[in-house]
């Protein structure tokens, strides 16, 4: 169970973006969270991803009261996540070749044996030919290093995935090969979803339960004011 | 409207972008030329011309640039063309490893402010801002002051107080890339805060750091000579550059201008070609700017 309870965050503590949140995933289930540009719908998700320490609150993460985020958080309850982002320029490391973006987590966490033959693997599911492997992000479209991004998200194999508006800047067909992709891991593993959008149609039709942000708290600001986009991008703690 | 009809405004934009390239390309290339001829000359003179630069000829002391002395003499009759190479040599060597080592401390200090971030951060920079506060000429004087005449007081001095600068530039660089999603990708994959610095940040910032490097070498010359000229850097026998303006000031008042001259040229041409270098490579890394050059 991923249970996130009456968690306050933000980036500056006299202004948090949203106050008492609280929101559970179980194992192997889909949640949608549905809410307009800049509520702090990503921001809840990189709370629950151990990507930003809250102000307040509590994670429990299948049981176990989290109590450190990013570096500080145990390796096996960060690569419990997989997460992918919106913006796949962003999120990839403009010097990698895909085929190195995807084994990272890998040769980060000690697992360089195998790593060509996981990689292969993964770029199979996700339909990345073995050309565009050898290419670095500037290389490539939107939607193929996406794609790469889906591909390391799930390289670890992790228990959980976080989808940050993974589709937003994607046209119809790869965000549905997209959404197969993970749909198809989650039948095999039984990972439990969060995926953040504001696409209604998309996450009813995803995921098992869509919870709009609007129920879950009130803005305590004033609504927010960031132009779209600029809570992408935030200095973590 | 006349020039849209014709199909004109495509011409005039590619001459406007080839006026820009062609100065470009001249200051480029001859920086390259001026810096190659300085290296070229700083390291096949002394081998390869068996003069000594320290030969005294009292009766052909203070000679005007002539035949047999292109650039004149000294004092006490030295060939000025043969010490000012020497005297480069030195500055140039100096140049280059003072803003090496000030390079790689000031990366060192500023990735770890920078990636640490919080009160490590805070307080490193804190120690930073205090000593930039005090004049680095100044703090240079009383570091050399404290070591025997010589070369490496002399780098010592102009690295340990030309670090602060590029722990500036690499300390915001690595904040502004901290910020960055694909760091958080990293987090999120299990690399450890080292692996995020190596991996990741530093990649990131060597080519501002290694830019500053380049910009610092005729910076550190500068003040190697200025150390000399004040008597504190090398010893006076040692053919630096700064030496040799020190030792011809008298001989500028009696109206010999060469001794200060061409020692004087010999700083500043290497300066405005590493500068003219630094700058191409800057327009040629920044994509940016390369796009924008491409109009």
């Known amino acids: 169970m991923l249970d996130l309870r009456s968690v306050t965050a933000g980036y500056d503590k006299r202004a948090p973006v949203f106050r008492d949140v609280s929101l559970s995933v179980a194992p192997g289930e889909a949640v949608g969270l549905l809410g307009p540009s800049g509520c702090g719908k990503s921001t809840l998700a990189r709370v629950a991803a151990l990507l930003h320490r809250p102000d307040a609150g509590t994670l429990h993460l299948d049981g176990t009261p989290v109590r450190h985020w990013r570096h500080r958080a145990p390796r096996e309850q960060r690569t419990a996540f997989g997460v992918v982002f919106q913006q796949a320029r962003l999120s990839a490391d403009p010097r990698l070749r895909l085929a190195d973006l995807i084994a990272e987590p890998l040769r980060a966490t000690g697992r360089r044996e195998g790593a060509a033959g996981r990689v292969a693997e993964l770029a199979a599911t996700v339909g990345l030919t073995a050309d565009l492997l050898t290419r670095r992000p500037h290389e490539v479209s939107d939607g193929q290093l996406q794609r790469a991004c889906l591909a390391r998200a799930l390289v670890l194999r992790p228990r959980w995935l976080v989808c940050d508006e993974m589709t937003a800047m994607l046209d119809a067909s790869t965000t549905a090969a997209l959404v197969r992709v993970v749909e198809d891991y989650r039948a095999a593993t039984g990972a439990g979803l969060l995926a953040v959008g504001h696409d209604r149609v998309l996450l009813d039709r995803w995921c098992e339960r869509t919870v709009d942000w609007a129920a879950l708290t009130a803005p305590t600001t004033p609504a927010p004011t960031c132009p779209p986009g600029t809570n992408k991008v935030r200095r973590g703690n | ?295």
């Open chain 2, 1 to 295: 409207m006349a020039d849209l009809a014709a199909g004109r405004t495509g011409t005039v934009w590619r001459s406007r972008g080839g006026e820009g390239r062609s100065t470009r390309t001249l200051r480029l290339r001859t920086s390259a030329v001026l810096l190659t001829a300085t290296v070229l000359a700083v390291l096949l003179v002394p081998p390869l011309v068996r003069l000594d630069q320290q030969a005294v000829d009292l009766a052909a002391k203070l000679e005007a640039p002539g035949w047999d002395h292109p650039f004149g003499t000294d004092d006490v009759g030295r060939d000025l063309l043969l010490r000012c190479v020497y005297g480069l040599r030195v500055s140039l060597l100096v140049g280059v490893a003072a803003a090496l080592t000030a390079t790689v401390v000031g990366t060192a200090v500023g990735a770890t402010a920078g990636a640490l971030g919080g009160w490590v951060d805070r307080g490193v920079m804190r120690v930073v801002d205090a000593l930039s506060s005090v004049p680095h000429l100044l703090m240079g004087v009383f570091i050399v002051a404290m070591f025997r005449p010589g070369v490496w007081p002399v780098v010592a001095s102009v690295a340990l107080t030309h670090w602060l600068s590029t722990a500036r530039i690499v300390r915001a660089e690595v904040l502004s890339l901290r910020a960055r999603p694909h760091i958080d990708a990293a987090v999120s994959g299990g690399a450890s805060r080292w692996r995020v610095t190596v991996r990741h940040l530093l990649p990131g910032v060597l080519p501002q750091a290694a830019t500053a490097a380049v910009l610092m070498v005729p910076h550190a010359m500068w003040h190697e000579s200025a150390l000399s000229f004040l008597g504190l850097g090398l010893p006076t026998h040692t053919a630096s550059l700064g030496n040799l303006i020190q030792e011809a000031r008298g001989s500028l008042l009696a109206g010999q201008w060469w001794p200060t001259l061409f020692p004087g040229l010999f700083i500043i041409v290497p300066t405005l070609a590493v500068a003219g270098l630094a700058g191409a490579w800057r327009e040629r890394i920044n994509p940016r700017r390369r796009s924008e050059l491409m109009l």
